[in-house]
């Protein structure tokens, strides 16, 4: 199942029926405009015991074009590393 913003919006107006929806909507949006520019940034998003990502460099490198085999430079590009908490690892994979 895929995680869409506007089944995470239900839930929450759901779980809280004192917030107006728009208004969740708006703090949701907030939140994820500043995990974007810190991510942006170079600096680690940590959310504790659920997840922490950082963005990590990929160095240049000569790739192959598997169809071909012809060779193909790669730039340097930067890359977002997840990595989930203990604590959720063991719930998902029933340790808890």
């Known amino acids: ?16 029926p004192n917030f107006l929806r728009r208004d969740l909507s708006k703090l949701f ?15 680690r998003v940590e959310l ?16 192959r074009n598997p169809k071909t085999s012809e060779k193909i430079e790669t730039p340097e590009k930067k890359v977002i590393h997840f990595k989930m908490s203990k ?5 998902l994979n029933n340790n808890a």
Do not use: C, G
């Not at 995680?3 to 239900?10: A, D, G, I, Q, R």
């Not at 405009?33 to 942006?40: A, D, H, P, S, V």
């Not at 504790?48 to 790739?63: G, H, N, P, W």
């Open 48 to 63: 504790r015991d659920i997840f922490t990502l950082e963005t990590r460099v990929q160095k240049a490198r000569i790739s």
């Open 87 to 91: 604590k959720w690892f063991k719930k």
């Open 1 to 16: 199942m895929a995680v869409v913003k506007s089944n995470l919006l239900k839930q929450l107006a759901d779980s809280y």
């Open 29 to 43: 949006d907030i939140i994820l405009n500043e995990m974007e520019n810190t991510l942006k940034r170079s600096e």
